[in-house]
């Protein structure tokens, strides 16, 4: 009587502790090979090492390939490398970003950053003196009305172009998508050149969310239709068997079945102008302290109490400048995690 061994089950796709090892010996010596280079020739700095290492690095991985592999494995190793190494510079930038704001910033970060105005100070005082109270309460106050007055505009425009599809909607459809290009001074300086000049004739709050709108409802009509092109089409057509006119399918299935995806479109779109300063600029007059009123004087923001901080050119005003970056910086990372969550499979079921 034989017995017969069932071997193990095998993953070949996983690196073996030798192909580890070499990995680790490739990066070292990809290291001491920059390392030299650097030292004897004339390149110099931090872009030098980065890419004189990348080079290193994919030439040596290739070339061990194709002694071990061949070369069909040493193309899919430089490959690779040069995948992996385009990633690690499209996060460099924001990985130094990062670090440069929460590291200057974090300085003139104090309780009373949040709870005081600039109205009794100026931003060459000591940094115990003032704080951001007007800048935050002016830019939410900003993106509330922006909120107001876009998101109808923009999810009736994704409806349109989704849902009716009428004569208009390859026109419309062009027209949302060059909006989504136009700079935010373009639409500052138009509501400054068609509205606060010739209408209003003084700063406030609503002037800057006119721009804000313009610039925010592309974001969500683009968003919007893409979310309701998700919807399937035996929703509606189960809703219209039932007796259900167009706009009653719309509004109890469709725009239902959409509701996270359409709340996204909106936390992406707060995403999109919480950080513009081009028409904050030009139409709010940047207050130093709290304006309940949006629709008459000055209102303060971020943006612009960043600005002027940069401007002032003092330690104490960079410092300012620095802490309100990190706080806008913070706000905009919120937005865009609460759009991840509410976008997520199981918040959408």
Known sequence: ????????????????????????????????????????????GKLAY??????????????????????????????????????????????????TVIEKGSKGIHLGLFTHDMSMATPTDP??????LHAITGTLTLVALALIMSVPIGILTALYLTEIQGRFTRPIRFLVQAMSGVPSIVAGLFILS????????????????????ILMIPTIARTSEEVLRLIPNDLREAGTALGGTQWRTVAMIV??????????????GVARIAGETAPILLLTG??????????????????????KSFNAGSPESITR?????????????????IARFLGSRKVAK
């Open 1 to 44: 009587m034989t017995t017969s061994v069932i071997p193990a089950p095998t993953r070949p796709w996983v690196a073996s502790t030798k192909d580890r090892l070499f990995d680790i010996g490739i990066f070292a010596l990809a290291l001491v090979v920059d390392l030299l280079l650097v030292a004897v020739t004339p390149m110099k």
């Open 50 to 99: 980065v890419f004189v290492f990348a080079i290193a690095y994919v030439t040596l991985s290739a070339l061990r390939q194709f002694i071990v592999r061949g070369s069909a494995s040493a193309k899919d190793a430089f490959v690779s490398s040069l995948v992996a190494f385009g990633a690690f510079v499209t996060l460099l930038p924001i990985l130094s970003i990062f670090v």
């Open 127 to 132: 940094l115990s003196n003032g704080g951001l």
């Open 194 to 213: 068609a509205v606060l000049y010739p209408i209003a004739k003084n700063y406030s709050g609503f002037m800057g969310s006119l721009a804000l709108t």
């Open 255 to 268: 725009l239902p079945a959409a509701r996270s995806g359409l709340v996204t479109a909106m936390i992406l």
């Open 286 to 307: 940047g207050g130093d302290k709290v304006n309940g009123n949006a629709f008459n004087g000055p209102i303060g923001s971020l943006p612009y109490y960043i600005w």
């Open 321 to 337: 400048a620095w802490a309100g970056l990190l706080v806008l910086l913070i706000l905009v990372l919120v937005f865009f995690t």
